[in-house]
C-alpha cells in the first residue's frame, strides 16, 4: 500500500475516533447531568478507553507520518496541551468533581477545551482564541 493511502486510512480512523470520544464525552455528561446509573455501567467506563487509545496511536502515527511534533510545532504543542487540560477537566466532570456545580463548570471548560484543541487542528494555529 502506498504512503499516501496508508496515511489516509490512519488520519480517517484519528478523525472518526475524535468524532465518536466527542460524542461519547456529550452523552456521558448529559448522563451526568441527569445523575443518571448509566454512567457507572461497565462498557461505559470501558468502551471510552479503548476508543481513546485508538485515538492516540493514530495521533502519533499520523503527527510521525507528517514529521510534525509536539514541542518542536507551536501549533501540535498547543494541541496536546488543549487535550491534556481536556482529560483533566473531563475526569473532574465525570468522577472526580466533589459537587454537581464542580462538575458542570468542569464539563463546560472540557468542551470549549476539546473546541480550541478542534480549532487548533484546522488552523495550524496555537492563537485562534
Not at 487535550?83 to 477537566?89: C, E, G
Not at 466533589?98 to 477545551?113: D, M, N, P, S
Amino acid at each position: 500500500m502506498p504512503d499516501a493511502q496508508l496515511f489516509i486510512i490512519v488520519r480517517t480512523v484519528h478523525l472518526i475516533t475524535i468524532t465518536v470520544t466527542i460524542c461519547g464525552f456529550v452523552l456521558r455528561g448529559i448522563w451526568m447531568l441527569k445523575g443518571s446509573p448509566l454512567l457507572k455501567a461497565l462498557p461505559v467506563r470501558i468502551l471510552p478507553h479503548v476508543n481513546d487509545t485508538i485515538l492516540l496511536i493514530s495521533a502519533v502515527w499520523t503527527a510521525t507520518f507528517v514529521e510534525q511534533y509536539p514541542l518542536v510545532n507551536g501549533w501540535l504543542t498547543a494541541k496536546m496541551l488543549g487535550l491534556l487540560a481536556y482529560i483533566v477537566l473531563g475526569a473532574i466532570a465525570l468522577s472526580y468533581g466533589r459537587t454537581r456545580q464542580i462538575r458542570i463548570r468542569a464539563f463546560v471548560g472540557a468542551l470549549l477545551c476539546f473546541s480550541y484543541v478542534v480549532l487548533v487542528a484546522a488552523t495550524r494555529n496555537p492563537l485562534v482564541i
